[in-house]
């Protein structure tokens, strides 16, 4: 299958930095990319959806100078977390997709976030 | 709205079968995703079905019924390493992934 590399693994940053966050995909071109959020014991939750060249679409209640989302290539998709609070404490996924009418979407590694 | 539902949690013995329903109600429908995800990790792809019936993949089977809108993942010959969360995932007529909220699997010897 498609290999999608998300960087770091876990990251500890103070409160009041700001942390980004990579996705790549290695073998194909994503025009598509989300980004969830997914907090103990809880499922994916949709954070926002980027295609290549164009404004990230937020879900609501995600703010989006907050969550700052670039996707400027095919291949790569950034996510910065402004201002981190502890309640930014998560674990961030991004997911690929190789088309908008693709079925399959294929998951980074996560990334633990930990804001002290 | 959109709603998937399947259990919080549910308990198997090593070698055992167990059977992971899933009820969806979405705007459209595209597809049913099943994923394992271990605790700190990201899911993993197990299955896909879109027609009705059931697809096998060695000790994991999926089961499709679009018509009552309902799924199942069924894992035989259970091990220790199945012990994870087990995520169900409907596409719907925009491509939007729609997520349950997971079922965690515990397997005990």
């Known amino acids: 299958g498609a290999v999608v590399s998300q960087h770091p693994s876990w990251v500890i940053c103070k409160s009041g930095t700001s942390v980004k966050i990579e996705c790549r995909s290695l073998d194909f071109q994503a025009t598509t990319m989300f980004w969830y959020r997914q907090f103990p014991k809880q499922s994916l939750m949709l954070m926002a959806t980027s295609n290549e060249g164009s404004k990230a679409t937020y879900e609501q209640g995600v703010e989006k100078d907050k969550f700052l989302i670039n996707h400027a290539s095919l291949t790569l998709s950034t996510l910065t977390v402004t201002s981190a609070h502890p309640e930014d404490s998560s674990f961030y996924i991004c997911s690929a997709r190789s088309s908008s009418s693709s079925t399959e979407a294929f998951f980074g590694q996560g990334t633990r976030l930990t804001v002290v | 709205g959109q709603n998937i539902d399947q259990p919080t949690e549910m308990t198997a013995t090593e070698g055992a079968i167990v059977q992971i329903n899933c009820t969806y109600q979405t705007s459209g429908f595209n597809g049913l995703f099943w994923y394992q995800q271990h605790a700190g990790e990201a899911p993993t792809f197990l299955s896909y079905n879109v027609l009705d019936g059931l697809e096998e993949k060695g000790r994991f089977s999926s089961f499709l019924s679009r018509s009552k809108g309902y799924s199942y993942l069924l894992l035989k010959e259970l091990q220790m390493k199945d012990s994870a969360s087990y995520l169900c995932?409907?596409?719907?007529?925009?491509?939007?992934?729609?997520w349950g909220a997971g079922t965690k699997l515990i397997i005990k010897p």
């Open positions: 995932a409907v596409l719907d007529s925009n491509y939007q992934l729609i």
